[in-house]
Structures are given as structure tokens and as C-alpha cells.
């Protein structure tokens, strides 16, 4: 019998996968990660795809919100890693989406960890969370792009420093068919993530990573760490350099851009 408690979606579609074979649709949710984790188990499992047209508590990085207005893109991907290579993939994550958006006409960067970038602005991200269910353990990847949002419907503070695919390329977008060409970059992501290819997807990730060889300072729990972007470690932490070549890793942190 169906669970009136647990967010009903829409439709289920069957997908060619290998990995993503199932396509959950939504409305709106409160968010796509919460309604991934309540419906693990239970129509949620490896390999699950959620995605909503509207979010309306969609969350951030940081316990922040992720404004949700109709036209963005909201998803969130159901995996079963090991629980120490969640960091890693959150990172990784941000590879797809990148494609994604070049494809589309923007040439955007991943902002360490995986802000989404285009001409400074943000026009997406990632927040990637571990969650066990009785000893199975889970990762949702969550995802959200400003594909067709007007940015005049984000909070004003947001505003500043967001931009969107609606605003930056002339024509509209699907959502459709962005996702698609992402969920294709995903399926050769993760394949390429459990056979062990790790340090080669770390390179493609340096490679889209605007935070390397830039004057940073990086607001960390511990303080702030001032330098250059000087790499990424395996286990995906940012490497700032200082003036005097002293090397920090950073684990978890925001960055500013000193311009
Ligand atoms: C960030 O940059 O702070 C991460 C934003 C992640 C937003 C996405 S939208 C789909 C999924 N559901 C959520 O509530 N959050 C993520």
C-alpha cells in the first residue's frame, strides 16, 4: 500500500542506465535530497534520479538555502559508494554539469569545491551528502543549475553574484534535454570513478577548477587561509600556497576571489 507520508512523485520512468535506470518526477518537493533520503529503500536506491520543478526548501552548502524558483534545474542522484569516497565524488560531480553547460553555450569553471561558475557568478551547485540506512550506506549528490531561472525571482542578496542559462544564451533551454547530456556525463563519470580512475578524473577536475592559480582567501572553521590555488589533493582538498611557499590543505572552506 502506498505511504501517504512519503513524497509521491509524479512519474517513474525506466532509463537505459547502466548506472541511472530510474527517473523519479516531482512537481515541487521541499527538496529533491530530502525526498531522495526519505524514499531510500522505498522506490529510492542505487542508480535513482529525482528531480523536481521546483523546489521549496531547497538547501545548500553550509545549512544555507538554494532559492528554487520554476525553470531551474533540481536533481539529486542516488549512489552507493563508500562512505570516504562521498568527498571525492561531490568534488567529481561538478564535471558533468560543467559539460553540461559548455554544451549549452556557457563556458563555465567549478569553483573549489564544486561552486558552479560563469564570469564569477554562480549559476550552480553541488551539495553531496552521506546517509546510512540500517547498515547500507547511501550518497545523494544533489544538484542544482539556473538553467531557464530569471534571476529577478532569487533573493536580491543571491541576485548579485548568480547569473542563469536564460541569461547568458539567447534561446531557451530544456531541462529535458540538459539533463540528459549531464546524466550522460554522469553514467561515464561514475563508471570511470568505480574502476578505479580516480586521479585521471581528478585531472579533468584541476583542469575546470578556476581556483587554481588564483590569490584566494579561504574562509575555513579554523580561520582564514590566504595564498594561491595551487592544487587538489585525491582526497579533494584545495592546496593554497602562501607567499613564503607554505602549503595549507584545506578539507572545507568558502572561497573569495581577491581581485
Ligand atoms: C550549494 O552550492 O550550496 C549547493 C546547492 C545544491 C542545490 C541542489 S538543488 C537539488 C538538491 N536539493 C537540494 O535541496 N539541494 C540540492
Excluded at 569553483?111 to 540500517?134: A, H, T
Excluded at 553514467?187 to 578524473?201: A, K, Q, Y
Excluded at 594561491?228 to 572552506?253: F, N, Q, S
Amino acid at each position: 500500500m502506498e505511504d501517504a507520508s512519503l513524497p509521491q512523485p509524479q512519474s517513474i520512468e525506466e532509463r537505459p542506465g547502466p548506472i541511472f535506470r530510474k527517473l523519479l518526477r516531482f512537481d515541487v518537493v521541499d527538496s529533491t535530497s530530502e525526498a531522495a533520503k526519505l524514499l531510500l529503500g522505498q522506490g529510492a536506491d542505487e542508480g535513482t534520479i529525482l528531480v523536481a520543478k521546483r523546489q521549496s526548501a531547497g538547501k545548500g552548502r553550509h545549512g544555507r538555502a538554494w532559492a528554487s524558483p520554476p525553470g531551474g534545474l533540481y536533481v539529486s542522484l542516488v549512489l552507493r559508494p563508500e562512505p570516504q569516497q562521498v568527498a571525492a565524488l561531490g568534488l567529481l560531480a561538478g564535471i558533468p554539469v560543467v559539460k553540461a553547460l559548455r554544451h549549452h553555450g556557457v563556458f563555465a569553471g567549478l569553483k573549489w569545491p564544486n561552486d558552479v561558475v560563469f564570469m564569477e557568478k554562480k549559476i550552480g551547485g553541488i551539495l553531496s551528502e552521506g546517509v546510512y540506512r540500517g547498515d547500507r550506506f547511501y550518497a545523494v549528490v544533489g544538484i542544482g543549475v539556473n538553467t531557464g531561472v530569471d534571476l529577478e525571482r532569487l533573493p536580491e542578496d543571491v541576485r548579485e553574484r548568480a547569473t542563469s542559462l536564460r541569461r547568458e544564451v539567447a534561446g531557451t533551454v530544456d531541462n529535458d534535454d540538459f539533463l540528459e547530456y549531464m546524466m550522460g556525463h554522469f553514467e561515464d563519470l561514475v563508471s570511470r570513478f568505480r574502476m578505479g580512475t580516480g586521479d585521471r578524473l581528478l585531472k579533468d577536475y584541476r583542469g575546470l577548477c578556476t581556483t587554481i592559480g588564483r590569490e584566494v582567501v579561504v574562509t575555513t572553521p579554523q580561520g582564514k587561509v590566504a595564498g594561491r590555488g595551487y592544487d587538489i589533493t585525491p582526497l579533494g582538498a584545495l592546496v593554497v600556497m602562501d607567499r613564503a611557499g607554505r602549503k595549507t590543505e584545506i578539507v572545507d572552506g568558502t572561497v573569495e576571489d581577491v581581485a
